[in-house]
């Protein structure tokens, strides 16, 4: 069975930053994919960004490429994501994904197991 579980999540200011942490059990194997997402309030859940676990290859939503960073401790089962210069319309309920797959699934009705979401708030 696999588990998820968000952290790292809080208030912060326009500009600043924020890391948040995944980790991940019951996640064999190397053909899988981990990814972030985020959903505000009235709208629908959107890709953030995904790691493939095989290469180590990466993809990004157009809205925080050069902000964000996703990154993977392989020995710890734990994704992350580094966000940085926050916006407030980064505002939402950051949720991590996973999929046992060898693409990067970009949408979220391609991933197959959820973590239980923790909220960034940006102030203006």
């Known amino acids: 069975q696999v588990q998820l579980v968000e952290s790292g999540g809080g208030l912060v200011q326009a500009g600043g930053s924020l890391r948040l942490s995944c980790a991940a059990s019951g996640l064999t194997g190397s053909s899988n994919a981990m990814g972030w997402f985020r959903q505000a309030p009235g709208k629908e859940r959107e890709f953030v960004a995904a790691?493939?676990?095989?290469?180590?290859?990466?993809r990004y939503a157009d809205s925080v490429k050069g902000r964000f960073t996703i990154s993977r401790d392989n020995a710890k089962s734990t994704v992350y994501l580094q966000m940085n210069s926050l916006k407030p319309e980064d505002t939402a309920v950051y949720y991590c994904?996973?999929?046992?797959?060898?693409?990067?699934?970009?949408?979220?009705?391609?991933?197959?197991?959820w973590g239980q979401g923790t909220q960034v708030t940006v102030t203006s």
């Open positions: 790691m493939r676990r095989s290469d180590s290859s990466t």
């Open positions: 994904a996973a999929k046992r797959v060898i693409y990067i699934p970009t949408t979220a009705r391609d991933y197959d197991y």
